[in-house]
């Protein structure tokens, strides 16, 4: 009932905008001018922010002023799973974001834990020319109408937590305390898996849960957002690189084949460079924050690429059997080979 009253909306909204995807298409296939909507979610001055904006600047540069994108920071067009149908519709162009999974529940193996632990696994399994990861992605994407133009790394994650852990360092110990994690079988088993008690809650109930005392801490996203946004709450840190979390570059699939091949050139070498910049953005950014949490006082576990291996093969040992029936034993056993994991 909800996915419909969901998509009964996306239709209202496609239907009151007076253009769906075909209407982009012929508007593409001319050498008209386009002004294109891309939304993302984060706030203005971020440097998803900047990424977007250059390249809105540089397609409007290469197109002759032709192309013109209007950014929308901050989700100010909605929730990006919202947005994501939107523009399988054609009623909003682009997206810097996230993927959902209300349409696809088999997308969320991108963030399933322990895929990748360093950065040269990752740009390898990630990449948009041969990444398995991120082909699986523009695969299953394209099936709700969208095209994947780039993939937007932006950390590994990591455990926060407001009282300090048992053993922190042993990841067979019961560490004593409750975390929230995302609503989802993979989260949970991943908290369960780290030695956790757990409770979903959403993303907008963490501060609260953790300053009453619900919960001792959280996972599910890396140490960028938990410093802006809870880090007067947090005294522990156990960066174990639990996931990688991309966001993705994406478009509306009628509209990008109705372009003329020397627009479609332009952006897909942009969205090339956006991506290498990225990667490159994000490595950088790696220990920034947990310096940042050091430097509040914070406690900040130290961990050898060995003792996250220990943390790896337990969680893929123990928790992958019970993901793949939910995503599928065939994309883990491509993932099994490409990382040479017995």
Same mark, same amino acid.
């Given at each position: 009932?909800? !996915?419909?009253?969901?998509?009964?909306?996306?239709?209202?909204?496609? =239907?009151?905008?007076?253009?769906?995807?075909?209407?982009?298409?012929?508007?593409?296939?001319?050498?008209?001018?386009?002004?294109? !909507?891309?939304?993302?979610?984060?706030?203005?001055?971020?440097?998803?922010?900047?990424?977007?904006?250059?390249?809105?600047? $540089?397609?409007?540069?290469?197109? @002759?002023?032709?192309?013109?994108?209007?950014?929308?920071?901050?989700?100010?067009?909605?929730?990006?799973?919202?947005?994501?149908?939107?523009?399988?519709?054609?009623?909003?162009?682009?997206?810097?974001?996230?993927?959902?999974?209300?349409?696809?529940?088999?997308?969320?193996? +991108?963030?399933?834990?322990?895929?990748?632990?360093?950065? @040269?696994?990752?740009?390898?399994?990630?990449?948009?020319?041969?990444? =398995?990861?991120?082909?699986?992605?523009?695969?299953?994407?394209?099936?709700?109408?969208?095209?994947?133009?780039?993939?937007?790394?932006?950390?590994?994650?990591?455990?926060?937590?407001?009282? #300090?852990?048992? @053993?922190?360092?042993?990841?067979? &110990? &019961?560490?004593?305390?409750?975390?929230?994690?995302?609503?989802?079988?993979?989260?949970?088993? =991943?908290?369960?898996?780290?030695?956790?008690?757990?409770?979903?809650?959403?993303?907008? #109930?963490?501060?609260?849960?953790?300053?009453?005392?619900?919960?001792?801490?959280?996972?599910?996203?890396?140490?960028?957002?938990?410093?802006?946004?809870? *880090?007067? =709450?947090?005294?522990?840190?156990?960066?174990?690189?639990?996931?990688?979390?991309?966001h993705w570059l994406?478009?509306?699939? @009628?509209?990008?084949?109705?372009?003329?091949? *020397?627009?479609?050139? &332009?952006?897909?070498?942009?969205? *090339? #460079?956006?991506?290498? &910049?990225?990667?490159?953005?994000?490595?950088?950014?790696?220990? !920034?924050?947990? +310096?940042?949490?050091?430097?509040?006082?914070?406690?900040?576990?130290?961990?050898?690429?060995? $003792?996250?291996?220990?943390?790896?093969?337990?969680?893929?040992?123990?928790?992958?059997?019970?993901?793949?029936?939910e995503f599928g034993?065939?994309?883990?056993?491509?993932?099994?080979?490409?990382?040479?994991?017995?």
């Amino acid at each position: 009932m909800k !996915k419909l009253k969901v998509l009964c909306m996306v239709l209202v909204l496609s =239907l009151l905008s007076g253009c769906g995807s075909s209407g982009n298409v012929t508007e593409s296939s001319t050498d008209g001018k386009m002004k294109w !909507k891309l939304a993302h979610i984060r706030p203005e001055g971020t440097r998803t922010d900047d990424s977007a904006r250059w390249l809105s600047e $540089q397609l409007s540069e290469k197109t @002759d002023g032709r192309i013109e994108i209007e950014i929308y920071p901050n989700s100010e067009l909605g929730d990006y799973a919202v947005v994501q149908e939107r523009i399988g519709l054609g009623d909003v162009e682009l997206q810097l974001a996230s993927v959902g999974y209300n349409v696809d529940r088999t997308l969320a193996v +991108q963030v399933a834990p322990y895929i990748v632990t360093d950065w @040269d696994i990752a740009k390898e399994l990630y990449n948009i020319e041969d990444g =398995l990861i991120a082909n699986y992605v523009a695969d299953r994407l394209e099936q709700q109408n969208i095209k994947l133009l780039a993939v937007y790394p932006q950390y590994f994650g990591a455990v926060v937590l407001a009282k #300090e852990p048992a @053993d922190p360092y042993n990841p067979d &110990a &019961a560490k004593g305390l409750k975390i929230r994690v995302p609503s989802s079988k993979s989260w949970d088993e =991943l908290g369960r898996g780290l030695g956790f008690q757990t409770t979903p809650l959403p993303s907008s #109930e963490i501060f609260t849960s953790i300053q009453t005392g619900v919960v001792d801490g959280a996972i599910g996203a890396g140490t960028e957002g938990y410093y802006t946004q809870y *880090k007067e =709450l947090i005294n522990y840190v156990m960066p174990i690189k639990t996931h990688f979390e991309c966001h993705w570059l994406y478009m509306n699939k @009628d509209l990008y084949d109705g372009l003329s091949d *020397k627009d479609r050139s &332009a952006l897909d070498e942009l969205a *090339k #460079e956006l991506e290498a &910049a990225a990667f490159k953005q994000a490595e950088e950014e790696d220990v !920034k924050y947990d +310096q940042l949490f050091k430097d509040e006082g914070t406690t900040v576990y130290g961990f050898t690429d060995e $003792q996250i291996e220990v943390y790896s093969n337990k969680i893929r040992s123990e928790v992958w059997p019970e993901l793949e029936k939910e995503f599928g034993k065939e994309i883990f056993d491509q993932i099994k080979d490409a990382i040479g994991y017995k």
